[in-house]
């Protein structure tokens, strides 16, 4: 988690349960593209994504999963485990403006 800080990741949103459904709320960065994104517990990075289209877009995979999205279906449970368990998930982001490497 330090070094994801380090390059500029920032908590942009969370996951949460609606019902018995993940919901997302994003705060920041919705709208971005080409954005590296975690998911965070604790201080703890449980997975590292990237998208090119929008951030908006890529958490919306997760939400509604298609079966033969293995990523998508495998982190959707994973997640409502953890949210079902009363874990709290954050997600932090990092929208890369093409200059910077991560080294």
Known sequence: ???????????????????????LELTRM???RNVLYAFVH?????Y????TG???????GYLRPYVTQRTNVRNNLALLKLLNDDLGVDIY???DPGIRRLG
Do not use: C, Y
């Open 54 to 60: 929008t951030l908006e877009t890529r958490m919306g």
């Open 30 to 32: 919705a709208g971005q």
């Open 1 to 23: 988690m330090k070094r994801l800080l380090q390059i500029g990741f920032e908590q942009v949103g969370v996951w949460r349960l609606r019902g018995d459904q993940l919901a």
């Open 93 to 95: 982001a990092w929208a």
């Open 42 to 46: 604790g201080g703890a990075v449980l």
């Open 48 to 51: 590292v994504g990237k998208t």
